[in-house]
């Protein structure tokens, strides 16, 4: 792991990245902003879960889209969409002691809130390694991909992109981070189609191999190697 040599900044996306896919929070997140935009815009169900897909496709997430062509206000929709059950993910002691073991700071990078992140973190056992939450607020409701957030969260958190790693579940969120310089993961899981189960338009599923430095299967296990 020699391209990891100089890394002392750890930069983690949340949901489906520190846990499999397949615990399938993200399921309850989905359901829950189809209802939301069925009350919001009265429509019928199979068309606010189209009109859900298609501001993702189109705007980088479902809120994104309300707010550009609905003038929708966020704090509602965030505060509605991130109300789930965490109790589906257990605690993750061995992701936790891998986490804690890294060299330098580590940090959360997500399109969620930071409510939603302490949650989960929280559940998970993980909470205390990370030191600050870079989320869809901080962003000003820009999501990743979108470029120009990525220098604002590494000034935020105070990295040098060199000198930090990136795990990511989604390549394209990858992207700019490879092109600022820093060293990229993508975290699969065996036999889980990700963003198929997720219901994710099709533009999210190329992966770039480019961009791609590592992957993985098994976060907890490629973290230990590194400082193993």
């Known amino acids: ?30 359901k829950r902003m189809t209802a939301f935009i069925g009350e919001a815009l009265s429509v019928e169900k199979d068309e606010a879960f189209r009109l859900q897909k298609q501001f993702l496709g189109e705007y980088g997430t479902t809120l994104a889209g309300l707010m550009n062509k609905h003038g929708m206000p966020p704090g509602p929709f965030l505060d509605f969409v991130h109300d789930i059950d965490v109790s589906v993910l257990p605690p993750d002691p061995q992701l936790s002691d891998a986490i804690a073991a890294l060299p330098g700071p580590k940090f959360i990078f997500t399109n969620g809130t930071v409510e939603h992140a302490e949650r989960v973190m929280t559940q998970l056992g993980v909470a205390a390694h990370f030191e600050d939450i870079f989320d869809i607020v901080a962003g000003d409701y820009s999501p990743k991909p979108n470029p120009e957030i990525y220098p604002a969260m590494l000034s935020r958190f ?22 600022l310089g820093m060293t990229t993961v993508l975290v699969e899981e065996t036999g889980q189609d990700t963003l198929e189960a997720m219901n994710m338009p ?10 791609i430095h ?6 907890s296990g490629f973290l230990a190697a590194l400082v193993g």
């Open 202 to 211: 099709s533009a999210y599923r190329g992966h770039e191999e480019a961009h």
């Open 214 to 219: 590592h992957r993985t299967n098994d976060l």
């Open 1 to 30: 792991m020699q391209s990891f040599a100089d890394i002392n900044g750890w930069v983690f996306d949340l949901d489906n990245t520190l846990y499999p896919a397949s615990r399938n929070l993200f399921a309850q997140i989905d």
């Open 158 to 179: 105070g990295l040098t992109p060199e000198k930090t790693a990136f795990f990511e579940d989604m390549a394209r969120n990858l992207t700019p981070a490879h092109q």
